[in-house]
Every structure is written in C-alpha cells, then in structure tokens.
Nanobody
C-alpha cells in the first residue's frame, strides 16, 4: 500500500515562492504518473499539474502555467512542485496523488488518481 506525505507548505507573501515535496513509500514510484491538486473550502479539488511516470511529459492548469513547475526524482521516490510568483488565489491545501494504474498517461481528472496524501496548507498573504 503506497503512502504519500506532502511537505513544504506554509505562509508566504504574494510574489514569493515555495517548494512542495511529496515522499512516496510502499509502492513502485517510478511506474506511476503523479499529480498535484489543490482545494479551498467549499470548492471542488482542482487540478494543478501532472507528470508522466518517466518525467518526460508534464501538464499544467492554465492558472499556474509559467509560475509552477512539477518534477520528480524516481531514485528517491519524491514528487516536487516549485511554485513562484504566488498570489492569494493560490491559497489552498495542496495534495499529491498517484495514478490508479501504472504506466498510464496522466489526465487532469482526480477520479483517475487512486492514492492521495493528507495535504499541506499553502497560504499566500497579500
């Protein structure tokens, strides 16, 4: 059973940067595409970015394109999200997620991701 644990969240001023990490254990990390989602109270979970199991393909929500960068280190089973030029609209709980099946091309649909971390809070002050 895979376990995902996010870290790196916190409070940052608008225009600042944060780097989130998601450590995976208990599963074959390098076989699975991964993603970041975020959620604010009262709203549905929102796609942020995904990355192919090999790391050779990425996709971003329009709202974060050019500001966020997703990456992975398969050797240490860790997923990253580098966030820059943060705005108050980026305030949310950020979740990492693993695709439900190995070797799949990831999509933006949360239903296709079968394992989730507990989330890490990111708060951007104006």
């Amino acid at each position: 059973q895979v376990q995902l644990v996010e870290s790196g969240g916190g409070l940052v001023q608008a225009g600042g940067s944060l780097r989130l990490a998601c450590e995976a254990s208990g599963g074959a990390f390098s076989r699975y595409s991964m993603a970041w989602f975020r959620q604010t109270p009262g709203k549905d979970r929102e796609f942020v970015a995904n990355i192919l199991w090999s790391g050779l393909r990425t996709d971003y929500a329009d709202s974060v394109k050019g500001r966020f960068s997703i990456s992975r280190n398969n050797a240490n089973s860790t997923l990253y999200l580098q966030m820059s030029r943060l705005t108050p609209e980026d305030t949310a709980v950020y979740y990492c997620a693993r695709n439900g099946k190995p070797w799949m091309i990831p999509t933006r649909r949360s239903a296709e991701f079968g394992s989730w971390g507990p989330g890490t809070q990111v708060t951007v002050s104006s």
